[in-house]
């Protein structure tokens, strides 16, 4: 929005401390199973980093004996488990008095309303009421508690039960019922009370789940040259070039620079491939002939047959037949068989020593190479709790009422973490702790928060999970062994304007392993060696992160339940490089920011020659002065006062971990139009006018920047035309000084000249005139080349 926001508002974009009831705390007010359920000294479990959250977990594992039914005399039986209102159901088998079922179900014990726990078998009847086989009941006072590593609860066989609680002649189900933490093993593949709600497809998409990476490696096709190229027009020689295709990524060499029949190229075209290998590498040799292609043979290279190179050291060239097909419609039946008669020199290889690189280096989160021999040792662990988050917007509405279903993704090196799903709740609760082994010190975790719209229904197929908000957190920024819980507000830029849309509740820690390599990666290259010993341009490494955010985009979505396209992209920053008038004045601003202190410092010397403060002055005279006479002080004198502002600023250091500001982003004062235009599509959808309105205005920024750039060339030329002799008497004349000012150097001693120079910089106002120097005044007559410009 045009209008910057209140001061209440600017409170609400910061971080704030929470003081969250970490670690294990157990009813009746034991800690770490002191009192309560369980009696033991012992740390049960590393979930240290959430809030505990207790469940019963009912394991139906399976029944026998059932009685069939007398008129239709077979079963088909299936499992109720029903504490309170809730109620959870299993799968049905048909015919069956033997059946397994294998299922946990999970109630969260804030919302147990109940003191037994019931659990019926009934047979499954298609035309009326399902009829009752038996129950099992249990108190809920005489539930034990299990807490990992202990092992898991071992099952037992209960006989049925009528509906009086009589013992039933026949039928025995197999059960475990025992209460627990979200740190049992089942609690990722439980179904919950809390999504009681979903069916169908939609139970796999409000579960936890922790996702992978696919191994990704650059593809290097270096093409030499091709021998004994036919073209279709034997009357003239073919120019040929190749295109390689993996998938959907396509390249092209250069089209032979001469008609020949033994082209030359050696070109390197680079690709993504993700492991395992699906696709094969196609190349074509096509020849242009007048406006059209014309395809002159083909080959096609299964990936996994490719050498792979773990440094720059180039692998050996082969040639290879290509599959050619005859030319013409006069050759009938022989049109279609294969020749060998062109073959095509290629030099491939999978490069394992480059980090693939899927998201910007300005918050990457790995900077490994491809092939694991070169990985180094971790040297730390990163710990993070999703605890809860708070006043969610709702993303959609349902029954005629704004809801929202929220899910966490966190992403770190090759590891995507994904909470489950809390229904309907502007307040969920998540508490889920997970860890990732930290390689190098300066990578940044990601982590955001999503609306469910996979749950069921018509629209899921085709809907899209809403942006909440995301937040980055650079490791190097925090201290070692300490648990951080802050609120973290969840900011989305919208069309409409900037908006908080909820804050997110996390603790956090990072664990250095070993502090002496840590260390020692300061001073090591952000990537690994083949990005310097082999380097990519800028336009490969721009097209090549595309592919390879596609590629991990299409392979997450395949995972069940997957993880999909719009979650990847945005927490990837798939948008990041598309031009933006609010982006552009944020850098603009950061540039200036940097060199704001410069400025300030060359305005307090200004200051100081002015004779602003007497005092100040004099003590810079005398400084000087020791400087002078002691040049040897100045380098020791520079590095102690930077040690001092070091040790000074140690006091108003950072307590929180840097994140999103609005106000360093521009998003404030940002103008309606400029969001629309940074939200559009490419290419652009909006009207005509629209679009020339904003190509004016970018001529318009175009063309400020453009004179900018002119003004630097013209000081940069006229230092050039010093001697150039363009002005043969400017020239002259700074000639001659040369030579005065070299015979007055040689025979005045250094000090003396640093000494004049500094007092005639710093001489008192009375000495000054507002007139510009004589230097300047030469500067400024000395030629540019703009007037040669048309």
Same mark, same amino acid.
């Given at each position: ?40 000294? +012992? @740390?049960?479990?590393?979930?240290? !980093?959430?809030? %505990?959250? &207790?469940? /019963?977990?009912? #394991? ?85 508690? +299990? @807490?990992?590593?202990?092992?898991? !609860?071992?099952? %037992?066989? &209960?006989? /049925?039960?009528? #509906? ?99 082209? /030359? ?526």
């Amino acid at each position: 929005m045009s209008s910057k926001p209140a001061a209440g508002n600017q409170d609400d974009y910061k971080i704030k401390d929470t003081k969250p009831q970490l670690g294990e705390r157990w009813p009746h007010g034991g800690i770490r199973g002191g009192g309560g359920w369980i009696s033991s000294d +012992r @740390v049960t479990s590393t979930y240290d !980093l959430v809030e %505990q959250m &207790y469940y /019963l977990y009912v #394991r139906v594992v399976k029944a026998r004996d059932l009685p069939i039914n007398p008129l239709t005399a077979s079963c088909d039986p299936y499992v109720e488990v029903k504490l309170g209102n809730y109620k959870g159901k299993t799968q049905h088998f048909e015919k069956r008095t033997y059946a397994e079922w294998k299922q946990v179900f999970a109630f969260s014990k804030e919302k147990i309303q109940s003191t037994v726990l019931e659990v019926f078998v009934k047979d499954k009847d298609m035309i009326s009421r399902d009829d009752y086989l038996g129950k099992v009941v249990f108190d809920m006072h005489e539930v034990p508690t +299990r @807490v990992p590593p202990d092992s898991p !609860l071992a099952p %037992q066989w &209960y006989r /049925l039960e009528d #509906r009086r609680g009589d013992k039933k002649s026949k039928g025995e189900i197999m059960l475990a019922v025992w209460m627990g933490t979200q740190a049992d093993e089942a609690f990722s593949e439980a179904w919950h009370s809390d999504a009681a709600t979903v069916h169908g497809e939609g139970v796999y998409s409000v579960r936890s789940k922790v996702y992978v990476s696919p191994k990704l490696w650059y593809l290097r096709v270096n093409v030499i040259e091709a021998q004994d190229v036919e073209s279709e027009d034997k009357s003239q020689p073919p120019q040929v070039f190749v295109k390689a295709q993996i998938g959907n990524q396509i390249l092209k060499t250069k089209q032979s620079p001469t008609k020949t029949t033994n082209p /030359l190229w050696n070109e390197d075209l680079v690709f993504v491939a993700a492991e395992p290998f699906e696709e094969s590498l196609v190349l074509t040799l096509e020849n242009k002939a007048g406006s059209k292609e014309e395809i002159v043979g083909r080959l096609v290279l299964p990936l996994n047959v490719i050498e792979k190179r773990l440094d720059h050291r180039p692998v050996h060239s082969r040639w290879f037949n290509l599959e050619q097909f005859g030319f013409g419609m006069l050759e009938g039946e022989r049109r279609m068989e294969l020749k060998f008669s062109t073959r095509i020199h290629l030099r491939v290889s999978l490069d394992g020593g480059y980090h693939v690189l899927d998201e910007s280096t300005m918050y990457i989160s790995d900077i490994r190479p491809t092939a694991r021999q070169l990985w180094k040792k971790a040297i730390g662990i990163l710990e993070i709790g999703i605890l809860s988050a708070q006043g969610l917007q709702g993303m959609k509405t349902k029954d005629g009422k704004k809801t929202t279903d929220a899910y966490c993704v966190a992403k770190y090196g090759q590891k995507w973490v994904r909470t489950r799903t809390i229904l309907e709740n502007f307040n969920p609760k998540w508490n889920e702790q997970y860890t990732w082994e930290v390689y190098d010190p300066c990578t940044v975790v990601t982590l955001g928060v999503f609306d469910n719209a996979h749950l069921g229904g018509e629209q899921a197929a085709t809907a899209k999970d809403a942006r909440i908000g995301k937040i980055r957190i650079r490791l190097s920024t925090l201290e070692t062994d300490r648990i951080y819980t802050h609120s973290y507000p969840l900011l989305v830029l919208q069309p409409s304007g900037l908006k908080k849309t909820g804050e997110l509740q996390l603790a956090f820690r990072f664990t250095c392993l070993s502090l002496a390599n840590m260390i020692y990666l300061y001073s090591q290259p952000l990537l690994p060696k083949m990005h310097y010993q082999h380097p990519l341009t800028i336009h490969q490494l721009d097209s090549l992160r595309y592919q390879a955010m596609n590629i991990v985009a299409v392979r997450l979505g395949r995972a069940e339940p997957p993880l999909r396209k719009e979650v990847v992209e945005y927490m990837l920053d798939v948008d990041s490089h598309m031009w933006s008038m609010r982006r552009s004045k944020a850098n603009f601003f950061r540039i200036v920011s940097v060199f704001s202190s410069a400025i300030s410092m060359s305005k307090w010397l200004g200051d100081v020659s002015n004779w602003k403060n007497p005092i100040t002055t004099i003590l810079v005279h005398i400084l000087f002065f020791i400087l002078v006479c002691f040049p040897e002080l100045i380098l020791p004198t520079t590095f102690l006062y930077m040690f001092l502002i070091g040790i000074w600023n140690f006091r108003s250091r950072p307590r929180h971990p840097p994140h999103m500001d609005t106000k360093l982003s521009w998003a404030e004062a940002v103008q309606p139009d400029e969001l629309d235009e940074e939200f559009d599509t490419f290419p652009t959808s909006k009207p005509q006018d629209v679009t020339k309105m904003r190509y004016d205005r970018l001529r318009s920024v175009a063309g400020r920047i453009q004179t900018v750039v002119g003004d630097i060339a013209t000081q940069g030329e006229r230092f050039q035309a010093l001697l150039s002799w363009r002005d043969p008497r400017a020239t002259c004349l700074f000639v001659v000084l040369c030579l005065i000012v070299a015979v007055a150097l040689y025979v005045t001693p250094f000090k003396i000249v640093v000494l004049m120079v500094g007092l005639f910089l710093l001489r008192h106002p009375r000495f000054r005139s507002k007139m510009p120097s004589v230097p300047s005044n030469f500067f400024r007559r000395l030629p540019a080349r703009a007037d040669s410009m048309l």
